[in-house]
């Protein structure tokens, strides 16, 4: 999994802190995206990124802020987050997502407890 | 709409026999479809993906996949399952269809948890 490193692999935090999720990917991908894990729900795609513009948001809450300052780098900002944000935050990178043949890969996670 | 099923929450199948995971799928027009396996505490690995051709694709592991258009399925198997393969697999489609627009998402099955017992 050196392909999309994560990090920190865990992390708790509490309702009113400010912490960041990184994501790096070396695999020479253009598009990167955050998704939420939870226990018997589907897969929840968050944010897309394809050369560093955002081009999809699917009604997250904005306690949730994505940032891509470059193809390689993505981040997640939290703040003020909500107990039923505990989830495992998956990110994932790909070469190009308007071909939809293109194949995602991903890195190990952020499994983030809320207090 | 799109979706992806995955029928089964569980499969158990002893070391060294066959195993199959199902998976079905609805979309408008011609799917991509993708497996990937979630070992605990880890990301999503790929493991194959139908795009076009032989409707036999082969993967990583050992595993490979059947694309069945008439049934709409694409069920994962592996002729002789290891106690290592036990994970969380994951199906997951995408629309073709021209109309599909700008709005390419993977649209993920729920999972189906495979334990080898050996």
């Known amino acids: 999994e050196t392909g999309v490193t994560q990090t920190p692999r865990h992390l708790v935090m509490g309702m009113t802190n400010k912490k960041s999720l990184k994501c790096e990917q070396h695999?020479?991908?253009?598009?990167m995206y955050w998704y939420k894990q939870s226990a018997k729900k589907p897969l929840e795609l968050m944010f897309v990124?394809?050369?560093?513009?955002?081009?999809e948001n699917n009604s997250v809450p904005s306690r949730f802020s994505p940032e891509c300052p470059n193809s390689s780098h993505l981040f997640l900002h939290l703040h003020t987050l909500q107990p039923e944000d505990s989830a495992l935050y998956l990110c994932?990178?790909?070469?190009?997502?308007?071909?939809?043949?293109?194949?995602?890969?991903f890195g190990p996670g952020t499994r983030l407890t809320v207090l | 709409a799109q979706s992806v099923a995955q029928p089964e929450d569980q499969v158990n199948v002893a070391e060294g026999n066959p195993l199959t995971v199902k998976c079905t799928y609805s979309?408008?027009?011609?799917?991509?479809l993708f497996w990937y396996v979630q070992y605990p505490n880890r990301g999503l690995q790929f493991l194959l993906k139908?795009?076009?051709?032989d409707n036999l694709v082969k993967g990583s592991y050992g595993f490979e996949a059947e694309f069945n258009k008439s049934q709409t399925s694409f069920h994962l198997k592996k002729p002789s399952a290891l106690v290592s393969d036990s994970a969380l697999y994951f199906c997951?489609?995408?629309?073709?269809?021209?109309?599909?627009?700008?709005?390419?998402?993977?649209?993920w099955g729920l999972g189906t948890s495979l334990a080898v017992n050996p």
């Open positions: 994932a990178s790909s070469q190009d997502p308007s071909r939809g043949a293109d194949t995602q890969y």
């Open positions: 695999l020479g991908h253009n598009a």
């Open positions: 990124y394809s050369l560093e513009e955002r081009v």
């Open positions: 979309v408008s027009g011609n799917p991509y």
């Open positions: 139908y795009i076009t051709g």
């Open positions: 997951a489609v995408r629309d073709n269809a021209y109309n599909a627009g700008n709005n390419r998402k993977l649209i």
